[in-house]
């Protein structure tokens, strides 16, 4: 890269450690390699010096050493069992209870390594409750057992650190908020998410864009995406964040998502900040009454009941979905939700989404809208996001900002709290009480977006149940 603009002179200077070099040169270290952003993101910032020359030989080196891949899997079997010395790995594994025998087993798809040849160790269980099933991502110590006392040998998981390689200082976050302007900061953003805000034709469509963070930053907020292919939906939930669960097509059960009697363990819901479910269209329900029913109470309360089971989280949901266009590109159905399973044919189901996302006014992405330039590692971007959800002071700032009244749609209401609380940390983390931001800027940037978004839910709810009024409650800046 040979020149420097201002925002990113700006970004390596206000976030020296935190930011890195996005370049063709150097990512292209990890073509063939199926790693998700943060890990990859990683990496260079830690074989990058100061002058942002990348030692590629020892990246790569790394890579082969601890990070596994696919191809690799028999020589890495083969050496574990015959050196018999322990192994470190940095990638995922997956994690599920074996109620029968009363021990959990893993399984790392990269590594060929199935269920029935690995087994956790019980002290990591104690120390770390996040092993107890599901998908983890860190630092796994592997060593080989050849017999156990059944007799049959196995892998063991003896040690385990996650992957966290930033302490998180939201302090320092909102103090380097301030050094950019608004424009300036959603570019930021724009940039942190991979992409190059030059290829949005306004600042409009950039803020329709950086809403898909929403779900990332705010806790239990639900919303829908319907956009034409080539959006670049499916690849910011996928990659963006360890915290998130993307699920693309196939078939959803009640007990994956929420509670398994059969196992004695919680899904997915559980465990992550936000769950996806891509391809909408193409996702298949076990039992669509018995699926309806369990989100209908966990979008509405955070909670859920299987059986005698009570469970809870503050993960949120987003649809995802492909829609239809004309030749003006907008949607052939005036009827948005006809695009989604029959599951979600409600109309007290989609009531308890709070907002939807127009995702055919954004571009399609192109070679030229990849991001090239500094940019805030995704690795801590999405430390900080996860960080965010649990400050509960933004919402108490927007309920001071607000005016809402007294006969308001109580679905209403939260849904563009929630939704403005969301836009206030995205964009002004900075903000610690309602003096310190201009009412204007929370007018334009939380407020109405918010507004906006719960206004094509109402919308599509009186299409499709005239029950539902059209019309949105006159919420306001006080």
Request: aromatic residues 12%; charged residues 30%; contains cysteine.
């Amino acid at each position: 890269m040979n020149k420097l603009d201002n925002l990113d002179q700006k970004i390596k200077k206000v976030f020296s450690e935190e930011s890195v070099l996005k370049i063709k040169e150097n990512y292209s270290v990890f073509e063939g390699k199926n790693l998700p952003s943060f890990i990859k993101d990683w990496l260079i910032k830690r074989f990058t010096d100061e002058e942002d020359k990348l030692d590629r030989d020892s990246l790569l080196e790394f890579i082969d050493k601890f990070i596994p891949q696919k191809g690799s899997e028999k020589r890495f079997k083969g050496s574990i069992m015959y050196d018999r010395k322990p192994q470190k790995v940095l990638t995922r594994i997956m994690i599920e209870p074996d109620i029968k025998k009363g021990i959990f087993r893993f399984a790392i798809p990269d590594l060929g390594i199935n269920f029935n040849e690995g087994i956790v160790r019980e002290y990591l269980l104690e120390e770390h409750s996040e092993l107890k099933g599901g998908e983890v991502w860190g630092v796994f110590t592997l060593s080989y057992l050849s017999k156990d006392v059944t007799g049959e040998a196995f892998i063991e998981l003896v040690d385990y650190k996650p992957f966290k390689p930033y302490e998180i200082d939201l302090d320092y976050f909102r103090e380097g908020r301030k050094d950019f302007e608004i424009e300036e900061w959603v570019d930021l953003l724009i940039r942190s998410m991979e992409y190059n805000p030059a290829g949005f034709c306004s600042l409009e469509q950039k803020l329709l864009f950086i809403s898909r963070l929403l779900v990332f930053i705010e806790p239990r907020l639900n919303m829908i995406e319907l956009a034409p292919k080539g959006t670049g939906k499916s690849y910011i939930f996928n990659n963006l964040s360890k915290y998130g669960w993307c699920v693309s097509g196939g078939k959803v059960t009640r007990a994956k998502m929420f509670y398994d009697m059969s196992k004695n363990t919680f899904g997915f819901i559980t465990k992550y900040d936000f769950v996806a479910l891509d391809e909408i269209q193409t996702i298949e329900f076990s039992n669509d009454e018995e699926m309806r029913g369990a989100l209908k109470n966990y979008l509405e309360f955070g909670k859920f009941t299987i059986a005698n089971v009570i469970g809870q989280s503050n993960a949120g949901l987003i649809l995802l979905g492909n829609i239809p266009l004309g030749e003006d590109m907008q949607p052939l159905n005036k009827n948005y939700f006809s695009e989604l399973p029959e599951v979600f044919q409600e109309s007290a189901l989609f009531d308890r989404f709070h907002g939807f996302l127009e995702g055919w006014n954004l571009p399609r992405i192109r070679e030229d809208m990849k991001v090239r330039g500094y940019t805030l590692n995704v690795e801590y971007f999405s430390e900080v996001l996860h960080a965010l959800r649990e400050c509960a002071e933004y919402f108490a700032i927007v309920e001071d900002l607000i005016e809402t009244p007294p006969k308001a749609d109580t679905r209403d209401t939260t849904a563009v709290k929630r939704i403005a609380t969301a836009y206030l940390k995205l964009l002004f983390p900075h903000i610690r009480k309602a003096e310190d931001i201009d009412k204007k800027d929370f007018e334009i940037f939380c407020l109405k977006p918010a507004i906006e978004k719960r206004r094509i839910i109402r919308k599509q709810l009186h299409m499709i149940d005239p029950e539902y009024k059209e019309e949105m409650p006159d919420i306001k800046v006080k």
